[in-house]
């Protein structure tokens, strides 16, 4: 009987120690596995970061471009407007006809009409000017969300 017991515990063991083996064996796999993961996923990352640094540095530069250009349009945006401002102010009214009674009475009360006139090219101008920089903006806009 004890020699039946001793084989017993002989087969257990002889088990036990095969599946250490095979357990083993697996967590060797499972670890190599795993380094292979992490390898990759640390090349893959690296590439990321690279890529992301080079299209920062390109959208630096085409921002530095973009407020160049941004700048430049405006005051040559604001150097229009000015110039509509000033011919704004001369006046829109022509003179009298030769046969008029005098050069200020006409059919109309000509300082009024002259103000008149020079209030609405004033506020023409101002709303050009506005509608401008917008349209320069937005084409900036547009120039910079396809590049």
């Known amino acids: 009987m ?17 599946a250490v083996t095979v357990q083993t064996s697996r967590l060797s796999a499972c670890k190599a596995e795993f380094a292979s993961f992490k390898l990759q996923v640390e090349t893959l990352g690296k590439e990321a970061k690279r890529v992301a640094q080079e299209k920062e540095a390109a959208d630096k530069l085409n921002k530095e471009q973009t407020d160049a250009k941004t700048v430049r349009l405006t005051a040559d945006l604001n150097a229009a407007t000015r110039r509509l401002r000033d011919n704004a102010g001369r006046s829109f009214v022509p003179g009298a006809a030769p ?3 005098g050069a200020d009475l006409q059919c109309y009360d ?19 000017s506005e509608g401008s ?7 900036l806009a547009r120039e910079w969300a396809q590049r």
């Not at 004890?2 to 095969?18: D, E, N, P, Q, R």
């Not at 000509?110 to 050009?128: C, I, K, T």
């Not at 920089?133 to 084409?139: E, G, H, N, Q, Y």
Request: charged content about 15%; proline content about 0%.
């Open 99 to 101: 046969a008029a009674r």
């Open 110 to 128: 000509r300082a009024g009409l002259d103000g008149a006139l020079r209030g609405f090219a004033a506020g023409v101008a101002g709303l050009v």
């Open 2 to 18: 004890t020699t039946y017991l001793y084989a017993g515990a002989a087969v257990i063991l002889a088990l036990l120690a095969g």
């Open 133 to 139: 920089k917008s349209a320069v903006d937005l084409r």
